[in-house]
Nanobody, 121 residues
Framework: VQLVESGGDMVQAGGSLRLSCAAS????????LGWFRQAPGKEREAVSC????????YYADSVKGRFTISSDNAKNTVYLQMNSLKPEDTAVYYC???????????????WGHGTQVTVSS
């Protein structure tokens, strides 16, 4: 299983970014998929997930209405569309996969190396 993130950048507050996560070694439908982030000095936290069993979507309260998770099975890629970005969204964003329905750092087994998102005020 390999996950490779891309799309991180520096943007101004109010801007948008789309993160991509190219997966290999497995089929997206066989795993739960998630985006997590870690800001300097803070613990890694869940941002958004697609659950393993029923493909339900989860969003952290802090990103609801602004971020959208999606997947493209043909491209074996997971996306995170981020709109109305805020300085507090600044973090390294990680893509992950697990055979789990829980959107929790502790449930996820496979991780990418992360992509940096910086939002300036």
């Amino acid at each position: 299983v390999q996950l490779v993130e891309s799309g991180g950048d520096m943007v101004q507050a109010g801007g948008s970014l789309r993160l991509s996560c190219a997966a290999s070694g497995f089929t997206l439908d066989d795993y739960g998929l998630g985006w997590f982030r870690q800001a300097p000095g803070k613990e890694r936290e869940a941002v958004s997930c697609i659950s393993h069993s029923d493909r339900a979507l989860y969003y952290a309260d802090s990103v609801k209405g602004r971020f959208t998770i999606s997947s493209d099975n043909a491209k074996n890629t997971v996306y995170l569309q981020m709109n109305s970005l805020k300085p507090e969204d600044t973090a390294v964003y990680y893509c992950a996969a697990a055979e789990s329905d829980l959107c929790s750092v502790y449930e996820y087994d496979y991780w990418g190396h992360g992509t940096q998102v910086t939002v300036s005020s």
